[in-house]
């Protein structure tokens, strides 16, 4: 691997392939920052904790300071993205194919960011991924089953506790603090959803962060013809890069989403903000130290949701739900086909 960020800069100058499967991987990583970063600050936003520029700032720090300790704890989620599927073989076949599920993932967030849909870039990277294997192969030998198993899990285990830690935290924060005064428990709800949308933040970084970085390793040693490693070191230039163009796609593009999971789907107040974000944290911490790949975006949405339910079924737009799920449904086959519609394209028919 690259001993620093100037020798990366320098190889990339030389090498086309390299270049062109790192600025595709770096479009992913920016687009991940317009559908599933502005998730982390979208409840604290919307009570109007923080205003959208400071959030946006914290968002970015977070992100880093999660890719950065997490990847020290446990590398456990970027491994198993990079061995989700089996790109080995001919090293130009595997690079095509990879490039292709890079171009399938943004070719569907652009679409989801357009219509102002939080889908999961989770899964439409594991999707794409997988489309593009089955191309390369011509059957499903290139899908590693256990590790597709785990995104399995994640899914249930991202829904279950995400809605239920919702639900219960909200209710308890309402018993703790029923003989509160109303300002006093306004002012420490004020500071507590800062606090939670920061580990909201932080935690996107640990899963998020960890996921691209795996593709992004994936790809480099794909275009140096270098397609056996699997083993690899992260190194600390590429958690920063991967942080900052997470938060220039925040920054350009998160409003949308931040109004749609923040505002659309249930009306909060601070503390019900506050029980969504620490329940949504403590999910995905679970998560990430069992090396189970899940989705941010699909951990908050449950959880706000299980925070709704808890004052009442009603105080949910089910509208809006519905059109989550429709999407979260739609992204496995429908960004899996355009993967492997682009690769087998590119592989065979040019």
């Given at each position: 691997m690259f001993d620093s960020f100037s020798e990366f800069v320098i190889k990339a100058g030389q090498n086309r392939t390299l270049a062109f499967i790192v600025i595709l991987t770096l479009g992913v990583i920016f687009v991940n920052g317009w559908t599933d970063a502005p998730n982390a600050i979208a409840t604290a936003v919307a009570t109007r904790a923080i205003t959208v520029k400071r959030a946006i700032l914290m968002a970015a720090v977070c992100d880093f300071l999660g890719v950065f300790f997490m990847t020290m704890?446990?590398?456990k989620v970027a491994q198993t993205i990079y061995h989700i599927v089996d790109f080995k073989g001919d090293a130009k076949q595997a690079y095509l194919a990879l490039a292709s599920a890079m171009a399938a993932i943004v070719i569907w967030a652009v679409i989801a960011f357009l219509y102002g849909?939080?889908?999961?870039?989770?899964?439409?990277?594991?999707?794409?991924?997988?489309?593009?294997?089955?191309a390369l192969h011509k059957n499903f030998d290139g899908v590693n089953k256990a590790e597709w198993g785990k995104v399995i899990y994640g899914l249930i285990i991202s829904s279950f506790l995400g809605f239920s830690l919702g639900y219960l935290i909200v209710q308890l924060l309402e018993v703790v603090f029923q003989h509160t005064k109303r300002e006093k428990a306004e002012r420490f709800f004020t500071g507590g959803q800062i606090a939670g949308s920061a580990m909201m933040s932080f935690m996107h970084g640990a899963q998020d962060g960890q996921k691209f970085m795996g593709v992004?390793?994936?790809?480099?040693?794909?275009?140096?013809?270098?397609?056996?490693?699997?083993?690899?070191?992260?190194?600390?230039?590429?958690?920063?890069?991967?942080?900052?163009?997470?938060?220039?796609?925040?920054?350009?593009?998160?409003?949308?989403?931040?109004?749609?999971?923040?505002?659309?789907?249930?009306k909060l107040s601070g503390y019900e903000g506050f029980s969504a974000d620490v329940a949504a944290a403590i999910s995905l911490l679970i998560a990430s130290l069992w090396g189970v790949p899940v989705s941010t975006t699909h951990t908050k949405t449950t959880a706000i949701m299980g925070v709704g339910a808890a004052r009442s079924m009603r105080n949910v737009n089910w509208k809006v739900v519905k059109e989550m799920v429709a999407a979260w449904l739609?992204?496995?086959?429908?960004?899996?086909?355009?993967?492997?519609?682009?690769?087998?394209?590119?592989?065979?028919a040019v």
């Open positions: 704890v446990n590398a849909i939080p889908t999961s870039e989770s899964h439409a990277l594991v999707a794409g991924l997988t489309g593009a294997a089955i992004f390793l994936l790809g480099a040693f794909l275009a140096r013809g270098e397609g056996t490693i699997t083993e690899f070191e992260i190194p600390i230039w590429l958690m920063m890069l991967c942080s900052v163009f997470m938060a220039l796609g925040t920054c350009l593009g998160g409003g949308r989403i931040i109004k749609k999971v923040g505002i659309s789907m249930v739609l992204t496995f086959p429908g960004c899996g086909a355009l993967g492997y519609l682009i690769a087998y394209f590119f592989l065979y």
